[in-house]
């Protein structure tokens, strides 16, 4: 009998410690994370101690006094964890309580997004109720194999003539719109927002002035363009983290539709605020300024940002983005244009001379080029293409002699044929805000000026 009871319990015990065992594999991922505390502020950053997370998850904050708030860990030094926060920063005491909150790298997107204007959580900002989407999809997206990304291969009508005829865009292109402060970045934009042929459209205002928000929406995009439009803003004012996840919501969103099999068009306005707030973030947890101040991560974060958009590898869609670069001081060799220009598939350079003189869009032929253009358009666009850019060039070499009426006409025939050509040159550069030009009449025109002068 005493050794029956013996077996028993050692039967017990056995199948006790198997299934201690199980419950320890189970649940040794998912134990109760440990709080720390906040030991400094540097700036926007700060320093909490006591707890793990990783890189890219968020963490409640909670001041002894005060709202709590959300942080996300943006890196980690000797057992420590450097933390920007997600809102404001207010009522933030030392020791305030840091908990673990888990991953925040998915967010909800789905159709009933269109139309809406969403902050970079996804919350809607137009007062017109919550947006429940049940699909997700992470914010920092998946690379493209290159081998497997669809070639550009067909233009794209973007409804503004000089670009258009000179400077033809393809569908899936990248291309960059590089201009200075106050010489009509936006009226461009917005000429291409309201004309270009996309089933989709995402804009993502990133840095810029809150009041464009609301002009934007209800004055370039209107009532009829809106209902096809996602716009994701991030002000100016929100912090540096919100306007990088601005950034990456707005590439994210223009992904879900493009993997549905239909072209987007994606404007990021601008690229060089989301520069600056990769900067903001980077200085902030002591990474060194290498270049004019900008940190190494600024120059490996843009072309991450910008190689998600493109054709897909999986479905018939595409992303055909325009991202706008802010040239700093006029100066285009400044560090972001530069990286940009690098990894962009063309540009659009605005000419500051030419919005002082009234020429809007303000397209500096010169120093503009698509380089997907020799592949996508025909031989003998391409070489109309040409003859007018030499036109242009040769009447901008020669300007400041024809102003001040040093050149003699008869000097030189391919400056006196510059200079009958410029109205007619003038005309085909020059678009009015409300005035849509289509790709065929933009080549029509084009030819017409060039067979008229090629002749003379």
Wanted: net charge negative; aromatic share 4%; with cysteine.
């Amino acid at each position: 009998m005493t050794a029956q009871v013996k077996s028993l319990e050692s039967e017990r015990n056995q199948h006790l410690a198997a299934g201690l065992r199980r419950f320890s594999e189970r649940n040794i991922n998912s134990q109760l994370p440990v709080q720390g505390r906040i030991t400094q502020l540097m700036g926007l950053a700060m320093v909490a101690e006591g707890c793990q997370a990783p890189v890219g998850s968020r963490c409640k904050v909670v001041p002894e006094t005060g709202q709590e708030f959300m942080a996300e860990v943006v890196g980690f030094s000797e057992g420590k964890l450097f933390l920007m926060p997600i809102g404001e920063l207010r009522g933030l005491c030392p020791n305030a309580r840091v908990i673990p909150a888990g991953d925040s790298s998915e967010i909800g997107v789905c159709r009933r997004l269109l139309g809406r204007v969403i902050d970079a959580t996804g919350k809607p900002l137009d007062g017109l109720g919550e947006i429940r989407c049940s699909d997700r999809v992470s914010l920092q997206g998946s690379s493209i194999n290159p081998f497997s990304r669809r070639p550009i291969d067909k233009p794209l009508d973007v409804g503004v003539r000089a670009i258009n005829a000179l400077f033809t865009v393809g569908r899936g292109q990248r291309m960059g719109l590089f201009a200075g402060s106050g010489v009509g970045k936006s009226t461009l934009l917005g000429l291409m927002t309201r004309y270009t042929e996309a089933d989709v459209v995402v804009v993502g205002l990133v840095g810029e002035r809150g009041r464009e928000v609301r002009e934007f929406v209800e004055d370039i995009l209107g009532s009829r363009d809106r209902e096809k439009a996602v716009v994701v803003a991030t002000p100016a004012d929100d912090p540096p983290l919100m306007r990088i996840h601005g950034a990456w919501l707005a590439t994210a969103v223009a992904e879900y539709f493009r993997e549905q099999g239909l072209n987007v068009l994606l404007l990021m306005d601008s690229l060089t605020r989301f520069a600056q707030a990769q900067r903001e973030v980077a200085l902030a947890i002591g990474e060194p300024p290498v270049t004019k101040g900008y940190p190494p991560s600024v120059f490996l974060e843009i072309p991450r940002l910008v190689e998600r958009s493109g054709n897909s590898d999986s479905s018939t869609g595409s992303i055909t983005a325009i991202y706008t670069v802010l040239v700093e001081g006029d100066d285009p060799s400044e560090p972001v244009a530069d990286a940009a220009r690098a990894i962009l598939d063309g540009h659009i350079v605005l000419s500051r001379g030419l919005a002082e003189s009234g020429v809007y869009p303000a397209i500096d032929i010169d120093a503009s080029i698509s380089r997907v253009m020799p592949s996508i358009t025909e031989p003998g666009h391409q070489a109309a293409a040409r003859s007018a850019r030499q036109l242009y060039s040769t009447y901008q070499q020669n300007r400041d002699l024809i102003s001040v009426g040093a050149y003699r006409q008869g000097t030189d025939p391919a400056i006196d044929t510059a200079i009958a050509a410029q109205p007619q040159l003038l005309a085909l550069l020059q678009q009015g805000i409300q005035e849509r030009a289509d790709f065929a009449s933009s080549l029509v025109q084009l030819e017409q000026l060039v067979e008229r002068w090629s002749a003379s």
